[in-house]
């Protein structure tokens, strides 16, 4: 991406999201199918595919905002937050104060309420993109909403039980 950090808003960094994670899914979709999508369940694949990675893109950009933050990285948490420059402080100095911390939603949510919402209607809106596609996809919807809240929990379990058995090793 060739703005400047200080330059970067929402849409800039949504649209840079959905074009990185597009052909990523689309190529993905074309190695399965030998270079073509003439399939049509493959066609629903590739439709389904990128809105999943969105979503789960998000989750992870929440997770990585403080990582982000500090490379001048585009991500949906980071150009959120450059929307909301009062909240842009207060969760530097929230980061600032613990290094290393993987941001869960629900900090990002009482830290900086205007950058959630306006995530969170990101994600929402995929989500409503991924139940239009059929059963399948509203399944993957209805999994991402539950990886939204739960996720992070299940990594900091994961993180802290990898983190004791080292130090036993």
Do not use: W
């Not at 200080?6 to 190695?31: A, D, P, S, T, W």
């Amino acid at each position: 991406m060739q703005t400047e950090f200080h330059k970067l808003n929402f849409k800039r960094c949504v649209e840079y999201r959905e074009q990185q994670n597009q052909k990523i899914g689309e190529l993905l979709v074309m190695l399965l199918n030998g270079n073509s999508l003439n399939d049509i369940y493959l066609q629903s694949v590739a439709q389904i595919l990128p809105r999943l990675s969105f979503r789960t893109q998000i989750i992870d950009d929440i997770a990585d905002l403080g990582e982000d933050l500090l490379a001048k990285r585009p991500s949906f948490a980071v150009g959120a937050l450059l929307d909301n420059p009062k909240e842009f402080e207060k969760v530097s100095e929230y980061i600032e104060q613990t290094p290393n911390t993987k941001l869960k939603p629900k900090i990002l949510h009482e830290l900086a309420p205007d950058t959630y919402k306006e995530i969170r209607q990101k994600f929402d809106t995929y989500g409503r993109e991924l139940d239009a596609l059929g059963s399948e996809a509203r399944m993957l919807r209805r999994i991402g909403d539950k990886m939204f809240d739960y996720f992070p929990v299940f990594r900091d379990i994961v993180y802290n039980y990898i983190s004791k058995e080292a130090a036993n090793f």
